[in-house]
């Protein structure tokens, strides 16, 4: 089982709020990356890193923003939480040195603004 | 764009039987076709990948196909059983090999 954890793992906020969602690592993987997923189930890219002081956007357009101060810490931000934020978040890494990008998926973090 | 479609998005079985999900990929340059298993309240978990080099791979009860010149795959599991039941990802590399395209999932029900 891969050591990626999500903390808080289900989390009920109202509008306006600041949120900070977290995901560590122990693995050492430099490649980390957020995820999306809505009710209909699908995955989608929102943030990704290559390593320490790198961060890219991913496909999907997100308000949330992300830092990577740490290899092992990849924390996800909303400034002001509205209730389109709504949805399930994954966190994932994995290992560049590898050559094909199998990631490794923490467990999620269910997130409800009311 | 880069694209992985999944079908069916849905699949109900007998205890037993076998199961089938396919996907194609749109990217050639695509090299690397994982399959994840999610279930309640977790997040997807690899149970099975397959290169571009090669055509089939086995791990017990799930197989997993590859046809390059098709640009498609499959996931085989034979024997389910109820703990097979669950939502089920394909992937593909995207043209930089820097990401995954997930696939909309496959909700798979196993009934005993």
């Known amino acids: 089982e891969a050591d990626i954890y999500q903390t808080p793992r289900y989390l009920v906020i109202g509008t306006g709020k600041k949120i900070t969602l977290e995901c560590s690592q122990t693995?050492?993987?430099?490649?980390m990356y957020w995820y999306q997923q809505d009710p209909g189930m699908e995955l989608h890219l929102i943030h990704y890193?290559?390593?320490?002081?790198?961060?890219e956007k991913g496909d999907l357009s997100s308000e949330s923003t992300v830092s990577r101060i740490r290899t092992e810490h990849f924390p996800l931000t909303l400034e002001s939480a509205r209730p389109s934020h709504t949805s399930q978040y994954l966190c994932?890494?994995?290992?560049?040195?590898?050559?094909?990008?199998?990631?490794?998926f923490g467990p999620g973090t269910r997130l409800t603004v009311l | 764009g880069e694209n992985v479609e999944q079908h069916p998005s849905t699949l109900s079985v007998q205890e037993g039987d076998s199961a089938v999900i396919k996907c194609t990929y749109s990217?050639?340059?695509?090299?690397?076709f994982p399959w994840y298993k999610q279930e309640l309240g977790k997040g997807p978990q690899l149970i099975i990948d397959?290169?571009?080099?090669?055509g089939e791979k086995k791990d017990q009860r799930i197989a997993v196909t590859l046809n390059k010149t098709a640009k498609h795959f499959s996931l085989h599991i034979t024997e389910t059983q109820p703990e097979d039941s669950a939502v089920y990802f394909c992937?593909?590399?995207?043209?930089?090999?820097?990401?995954?395209?997930f696939g909309k999932g496959t909700t798979l029900s196993v009934s005993s």
């Open positions: 693995m050492g993987h430099d490649k």
């Open positions: 890193s290559y390593g320490v002081n790198s961060t």
């Open positions: 994932a890494s994995s290992n560049p040195g590898t050559a094909y990008n199998e990631q490794f």
């Open positions: 990217d050639s340059a695509s090299n690397y």
């Open positions: 397959i290169r571009s080099n090669v």
């Open positions: 992937a593909a590399t995207n043209q930089a090999g820097t990401a995954l395209i």
